[in-house]
């Protein structure tokens, strides 16, 4: 894979989806305009958690989680932010899910959701970037 664009934002998701695909307690990822995401080898597969209007794109070869794509965001690809080279300027500006959230996890996000945002509320975000 290959990027060519900044990412919008950057989201911690606490669901139980991602807390089983990642055997994590969260999943990181950035919000990326699904032109600046560029697939130079092989074909994703789908896979992982199944959830309406949620569909998840995995490495045909490793199985590694690469990316997701929302219906909701049809204009934007959440990619795994672990999957960059340098990941270390991936920290969530956004958590989601938090009535999920582990107990003891805390993560330095500026907007918190106890579900998924609301179309309304994303637009919000993507103007805050």
């Not at 932010?81 to 989601?96: G, I, L, N, Q």
Request: overall charge negative; proline content about 8%.
């Amino acid at each position: 894979m290959k990027v060519t664009c900044e990412p919008v934002t950057t989201f911690a998701c606490h669901c139980r989806g991602c807390q089983r695909m990642t055997a994590s307690a969260f999943s990181l990822s950035a919000l990326i305009p699904i032109d600046g995401l560029q697939i130079v080898t092989g074909a994703p597969v789908r896979g992982g958690a199944h959830t309406d209007g949620i569909n998840h794109y995995h490495c045909p070869r490793c199985m590694s989680w690469l990316f997701t794509k929302i219906d909701m965001l049809p204009q934007f690809v959440n990619l795994r932010a672990t999957m960059f080279d340098e990941p270390d300027w991936s920290r969530p500006r956004v958590e989601t899910m938090t009535c999920e959230k582990l107990d003891w996890v805390t993560t330095p996000a500026q907007d918190s959701f106890e579900q998924f945002p609301s179309p309304e509320e994303v637009q919000s975000l993507l103007q805050l970037g």
